[in-house]
């Protein structure tokens, strides 16, 4: 079990020893004062719970972040008078650069009952970034873009239901121009991909898209037109196998680039633990992969059998490597994003490299979080602050590639190609964000109703330098 699944699995524990505990009192209640009263005070409740404590946050707001940067990471003196961020005197920064301030933000009242926000003013590029409700700790302010208006010293932070206090640390890490290289997207499914770098894949010299599933399960949209369970997966995994060949050319990869390799969602763990032991599709009655690969540019290794395997699936990523032969690898992140699969193809991805004769930089991606299911947080369209992280003892080292609006919306229609970010969400999930919109003032998305439109349509795009040894990145032990 994930520990992603641990913890749902204990907040979702919790939750029940509290609705009993809740029921106990509206009972006495109901015994003691009315009858009706405990009616009234359940849909009070329930609308409270979805509107203010719905949220899956696995950790304290007042937790402080605990991140570490490289050694020798330049650190500008800043100073916070007031709203200002002032530079000292003389210290100038490059334009390009990813800058991250940490500074201490604490709610204020109101900032338990709506989203508090440090907006950046007083720039050409003025910004937003919305923390976790209660908040009381450290958190990693994203300033990239703001290195002009840091400079100038006009820019200023604007608490909103919070405020900013204590002494702020600025760094400024430097980056290559990695949109002039021949990079690959490792995407676990379709629209990973898109969701993680499709402004760094869309900017590239050379862009691959190499996609490990056919993201076939769950398909119960698919069965709501008479389908049956396995012909809907199938249907489904069909469709995700198409999106993942088709969409990038959007963003103008060449069909060429863009290989599915059209294993089962959620069987690459069991595929690892045996390798040679082929992993049938849960759902969809499959155990050939052949299906979901039938539109590939080139054939691959296991396409002889078509035999679910993890050494079928290394196979496939050493031909592919070899063919590309990448200069930049786009990967899931091996400790901030624990879906089973990501962490399982970015392992696999790293089997394969320690193999080859060459070794190409790799960037991390975080699609989904151990402890916070909405970040990033706030609205579409705006800045990606650090998410949490509590152990500072491995230096990370974030990298922000920024985006124009124009990109924006290219990037917003792209995952609106991809079929599993379509349907419309359930209805009570519909209905708590009409209550959280009313009561909350969260915002939908203006690009489309899946969560992932809010979370993956920001004016950034936030990677990191993996590096043997940090992060959990260990080539030697694979």
């Not at 990813?98 to 003025?126: M, Y």
């Not at 997207?185 to 499709?198: Q, R, S, W």
């Not at 076939?216 to 069965?223: G, L, S």
């Not at 396409?303 to 063919?323: K, Y």
Request: net charge neutral; charged share 20%.
């Amino acid at each position: 079990m994930s520990r992603k699944q641990q913890l749902l699995k204990r907040h979702r524990r919790n939750k029940r020893i509290g609705l009993l505990i809740a029921l106990a009192v509206l009972i006495a209640v109901g015994v003691l004062v009315a009858w009706w009263l405990p009616l009234v005070l359940a849909v009070i409740g329930w609308i409270a719970h979805e509107a203010w404590f719905a949220d899956h946050l696995f950790y304290s707001p007042k937790d402080d972040y605990q991140y570490s940067f490289p050694p020798f990471t330049p650190q500008p003196k800043v100073h916070l008078n007031g709203e200002q961020l002032r530079l000292d005197e003389g210290v100038m920064l490059v334009d390009d650069a990813t800058l991250i301030l940490a500074v201490h933000v604490k709610s204020t009242w109101l900032g338990r009952f709506f989203d508090p926000r440090i907006e950046l003013a007083g720039g050409t590029n003025p910004d937003a970034q919305t923390f976790e409700r209660g908040v009381n700790g450290l958190r990693y302010l994203n300033l990239s873009g703001q290195a002009q208006a840091l400079s100038q010293g006009v820019l200023r932070l604007r608490g909103r239901c919070c405020r900013v206090w204590g002494e702020p640390l600025l760094w400024a890490l430097e980056q290559a121009d990695y949109r002039r290289s021949r990079v690959m997207v490792i995407a676990p499914h379709a629209d990973d991909a898109e969701l993680a770098a499709y402004g760094l894949y869309s900017q590239a010299d050379e862009a691959w898209i190499v996609t490990l599933t056919a993201g076939e399960i769950e398909a119960e949209h698919y069965q709501q037109m008479g389908l049956s369970k396995v012909e809907a997966a199938r249907l489904k995994g069909r469709l995700r196998a198409w999106d993942s060949l088709a969409v990038p050319r959007w963003a103008g990869v060449p069909t060429e680039n863009c290989v599915q390799l059209g294993y089962f969602c959620l069987q690459l763990a069991a595929m690892q633990a045996a390798p040679n032991q082929a992993m049938a599709s849960r759902e969809a009655d499959l155990s050939d992969t052949r299906l979901f690969r039938q539109l590939n540019p080139f054939s691959l290794p296991s396409d002889v059998d078509g035999a679910p395997t993890w050494n079928n699936l290394l196979a496939d990523l050493h031909e592919v490597l070899l063919r590309a032969r990448p200069d930049v690898i786009v990967l899931p992140h091996p400790t901030l994003d624990p879906h089973p699969d990501h962490l399982c193809s970015q392992q696999a991805v790293l089997q394969v490299l320690n193999t080859l004769d060459w070794q190409p930089t790799l960037l991390g991606y975080a699609n989904h979080l151990h402890d916070n299911d909405r970040w990033p947080m706030g609205n579409a369209g705006e800045g990606v602050a650090l998410p949490p992280a509590f152990d500072g003892a491995v230096p990370m080292q974030p990298l922000c590639l920024p985006l124009t609006l124009e990109q924006q919306r290219d990037k917003a229609m792209a995952l609106g190609m991809m079929h599993d970010l379509q349907p419309p969400a359930p209805f009570k999930r519909r209905l708590r964000r009409l209550i959280q919109r009313v009561l909350a003032g969260r915002a939908p998305s203006i690009y489309g109703e899946n969560e992932f439109f809010r979370k993956a349509v920001r004016r950034q795009e936030l990677l990191w330098l993996l590096k043997p040894g940090e992060s959990g990145v260990n080539r030697g032990d694979l």
